[in-house]
């Protein structure tokens, strides 16, 4: 593996904690966020020349041109992951105000923030890899996830635009869209909104049992994810979005066949809108 040094936001546990981990072993510097350093003192103590921990809230966008432009003035940015993100489950109408602002701020405008101040550094290099987070819901949307799959939704539409857009400048950008794994995502920092009655026995509450560890632990090994992103910035010919997990798979294939075949349904409806020929 070329040594490089990568930025990540949310290390300190998840994806972010396992990649920082097997990039630290295998001689790469990183540059990770948190918002506490306790879960990575760890790392903070064993690595110190090359974990640099920054703390930063992505939901705060003058901190995080603050934290790029620091950053890119004293070291060369090869990969940027946005890791940072949370779930967030309940029925639209469950959700506060509060709620659809946090998590649109975490896991959209955060993400879009921190590709927007790397870019540039990228581009006078000539180079750089970026790595968003996504999820298979980012192509696959389950009753219970509204805002969850809006922010998930939003950022691929922005990536795969932003990849058009920097190709020429030898910046690459990869789509990971994981599904359920043995992380604290599904099993401690999820958020469940103020249920209401009204929505027992509907599919939006259908996520309490996929919570429970009771019922069965989630299929996804973050190690191996983890490994195979980092593996991913090594290869010439990587998709633009790249599926973990068998289950998650078949689930998008299952839902963009559903799609196709739908929108394959419309030719007729779609032509009978458009001018007749010749005018």
Not at 162 to 190: D, K
Not at 212 to 238: F, K, Q, T
Not at 261 to 272: F, G, I, N, R
Request: contains cysteine; negative net charge.
């Amino acid at each position: 593996m070329t040594k490089r040094t990568w930025l990540i936001t949310g290390v300190s546990s998840g994806f972010g904690r396992a990649m920082t981990t097997q990039l630290l072993e295998s001689g790469n510097t990183v540059i990770g966020t948190v918002r506490n350093t306790k879960k990575v003192q760890d790392l903070i103590d064993k690595y110190p020349e090359r974990f640099i921990c920054e703390i930063l809230d992505v939901t705060d966008v003058s901190a995080i041109h603050e934290l790029v432009n620091r950053i890119g003035a004293e070291h060369q940015i090869d990969v940027l992951v946005n890791n940072a993100g949370y779930g967030l489950f309940g029925a639209a109408e469950e959700l506060s105000d509060e709620d659809v602002e946090k998590i649109l701020a975490t896991d959209l405008t955060g993400s879009i923030q921190m590709i927007r101040s790397v870019l540039p550094f990228m581009r006078k290099q000539n180079h750089g890899q970026i790595i968003q987070i996504s999820s298979y819901g980012g192509q696959v949307a389950f009753a219970g996830n509204s805002m969850y799959h809006a922010a998930k939704f939003g950022i691929e539409g922005f990536c795969e635009s932003v990849a058009q857009e920097v190709a020429q400048f030898n910046i690459g950008m990869t789509i990971v869209e994981p599904g359920g794994a043995r992380t604290e995502f599904r099993y401690g920092s999820a958020h469940v909104a103020n249920l209401m009655k009204e929505y027992d026995n509907n599919p939006a509450h259908a996520f309490l049992k996929m919570l429970d560890p009771a019922n069965g632990l989630a299929p996804g090994d973050p190690a191996r994810m983890a490994a195979r992103i980092v593996e991913s910035v090594d290869n010439d010919d990587m998709p633009l979005h790249m599926v973990l997990g068998s289950q998650a798979l078949q689930s998008t294939i299952e839902t963009m066949e559903k799609r196709l075949t739908e929108y394959k349904s419309e030719t007729d409806l779609s032509a009978s809108t458009d001018f007749p020929e010749g005018e």
